[in-house]
Nanobody, 124 residues
Framework: QVQVVESGGGLVQAGGSLRLSCAAS????????MGWFRQAPGKEREFVAA????????RYADSVKGRFTISRDNAKNTVYLQMNSLKPEDTDVYYC?????????????????WGQGTQVTVSS
Protein backbone atom coordinates (compact mmCIF):
# COMPACT_ATOMS: atom_id res chain seq x y z
CA GLN A 1 0.00 0.00 0.00
CA VAL A 2 1.15 3.55 -0.67
CA GLN A 3 0.09 6.95 0.61
CA VAL A 4 0.50 10.05 -1.52
CA VAL A 5 0.60 13.69 -0.49
CA GLU A 6 0.49 16.57 -2.94
CA SER A 7 2.12 19.96 -2.48
CA GLY A 8 3.10 23.00 -4.49
CA GLY A 9 -0.26 24.46 -5.36
CA GLY A 10 -1.00 28.14 -5.09
CA LEU A 11 -2.04 31.32 -6.85
CA VAL A 12 -0.27 32.35 -10.04
CA GLN A 13 -0.96 34.79 -12.83
CA ALA A 14 -1.82 33.60 -16.31
CA GLY A 15 1.33 32.73 -18.22
CA GLY A 16 3.15 31.78 -15.05
CA SER A 17 4.47 28.45 -13.81
CA LEU A 18 4.05 26.13 -10.85
CA ARG A 19 5.58 22.80 -9.97
CA LEU A 20 3.47 20.32 -8.09
CA SER A 21 5.05 17.52 -6.08
CA CYS A 22 3.59 14.24 -4.95
CA ALA A 23 5.46 12.46 -2.19
CA ALA A 24 4.70 8.78 -1.73
CA SER A 25 5.30 6.55 1.23
CA UNK A 26 6.48 2.97 1.05
CA UNK A 27 9.47 1.11 -0.32
CA UNK A 28 7.73 0.04 -3.51
CA UNK A 29 7.19 3.46 -5.09
CA UNK A 30 9.23 2.45 -8.14
CA UNK A 31 6.61 -0.18 -8.98
CA UNK A 32 3.77 2.34 -9.17
CA UNK A 33 2.56 4.11 -12.27
CA MET A 34 1.64 7.63 -11.19
CA GLY A 35 -0.98 10.00 -12.49
CA TRP A 36 -2.15 13.57 -12.05
CA PHE A 37 -5.81 14.45 -12.29
CA ARG A 38 -7.75 17.64 -11.67
CA GLN A 39 -11.25 18.59 -10.69
CA ALA A 40 -13.24 21.80 -10.60
CA PRO A 41 -16.26 22.27 -8.31
CA GLY A 42 -19.30 20.56 -9.78
CA LYS A 43 -17.31 18.85 -12.50
CA GLU A 44 -15.93 15.38 -12.98
CA ARG A 45 -12.33 14.64 -12.16
CA GLU A 46 -10.27 14.56 -15.33
CA PHE A 47 -6.96 13.12 -16.42
CA VAL A 48 -3.97 15.44 -16.76
CA ALA A 49 -0.81 13.34 -17.08
CA ALA A 50 0.69 10.00 -16.14
CA UNK A 51 4.12 8.37 -16.02
CA UNK A 52 4.80 4.68 -16.08
CA UNK A 53 6.52 3.02 -13.14
CA UNK A 54 9.82 2.79 -15.07
CA UNK A 55 9.66 6.47 -16.02
CA UNK A 56 10.16 5.49 -19.65
CA UNK A 57 6.77 6.57 -20.91
CA UNK A 58 4.40 9.45 -20.29
CA ARG A 59 0.95 10.48 -21.43
CA TYR A 60 -0.83 13.83 -21.39
CA ALA A 61 -4.30 15.21 -21.86
CA ASP A 62 -4.57 17.22 -25.06
CA SER A 63 -5.39 20.34 -23.07
CA VAL A 64 -1.98 20.36 -21.36
CA LYS A 65 0.34 18.93 -24.03
CA GLY A 66 3.34 21.15 -24.61
CA ARG A 67 2.73 23.08 -21.38
CA PHE A 68 2.89 20.47 -18.60
CA THR A 69 5.63 17.93 -17.93
CA ILE A 70 5.38 14.95 -15.61
CA SER A 71 8.51 13.39 -14.16
CA ARG A 72 9.53 11.17 -11.28
CA ASP A 73 12.46 10.60 -8.98
CA ASN A 74 12.22 7.08 -7.62
CA ALA A 75 15.11 7.68 -5.23
CA LYS A 76 13.02 10.40 -3.58
CA ASN A 77 9.65 8.63 -3.90
CA THR A 78 8.35 11.72 -5.64
CA VAL A 79 6.53 12.56 -8.84
CA TYR A 80 6.38 16.09 -10.22
CA LEU A 81 4.10 18.06 -12.49
CA GLN A 82 5.79 21.09 -14.01
CA MET A 83 3.10 23.44 -15.27
CA ASN A 84 4.09 26.27 -17.61
CA SER A 85 2.09 28.83 -19.56
CA LEU A 86 -0.75 28.45 -17.12
CA LYS A 87 -4.22 29.57 -18.13
CA PRO A 88 -7.23 30.53 -16.00
CA GLU A 89 -8.92 27.34 -17.18
CA ASP A 90 -6.18 25.33 -15.44
CA THR A 91 -7.65 26.44 -12.12
CA ASP A 92 -8.62 23.25 -10.30
CA VAL A 93 -7.78 21.00 -7.41
CA TYR A 94 -4.98 18.72 -8.59
CA TYR A 95 -4.79 15.15 -7.35
CA CYS A 96 -1.98 12.64 -7.43
CA UNK A 97 -2.84 8.96 -7.86
CA UNK A 98 -0.97 5.66 -7.92
CA UNK A 99 -1.52 2.27 -9.53
CA UNK A 100 0.85 -0.65 -9.06
CA UNK A 101 2.55 -2.08 -12.12
CA UNK A 102 0.72 -2.06 -15.42
CA UNK A 103 0.57 0.39 -18.25
CA UNK A 104 -0.25 4.07 -18.22
CA UNK A 105 -3.91 4.81 -17.85
CA UNK A 106 -6.05 7.92 -18.12
CA UNK A 107 -8.94 6.23 -16.35
CA UNK A 108 -9.67 7.18 -12.76
CA UNK A 109 -10.96 3.68 -12.04
CA UNK A 110 -7.54 2.16 -12.69
CA UNK A 111 -5.86 4.04 -9.85
CA UNK A 112 -5.84 2.56 -6.39
CA UNK A 113 -4.48 5.32 -4.17
CA TRP A 114 -5.27 9.03 -4.12
CA GLY A 115 -4.01 12.10 -2.34
CA GLN A 116 -6.11 14.85 -0.80
CA GLY A 117 -5.39 17.32 -3.58
CA THR A 118 -3.73 20.72 -3.86
CA GLN A 119 -5.44 23.87 -5.13
CA VAL A 120 -4.10 25.64 -8.19
CA THR A 121 -5.58 29.03 -9.02
CA VAL A 122 -4.61 30.94 -12.14
CA SER A 123 -5.68 34.56 -12.29
CA SER A 124 -6.28 36.40 -15.54
Amino acid sequence: QVQVVESGGGLVQAGGSLRLSCAASGRTFSTYTMGWFRQAPGKEREFVAAIIWTGASTRYADSVKGRFTISRDNAKNTVYLQMNSLKPEDTDVYYCAAKQWGSISASLADYDYWGQGTQVTVSS
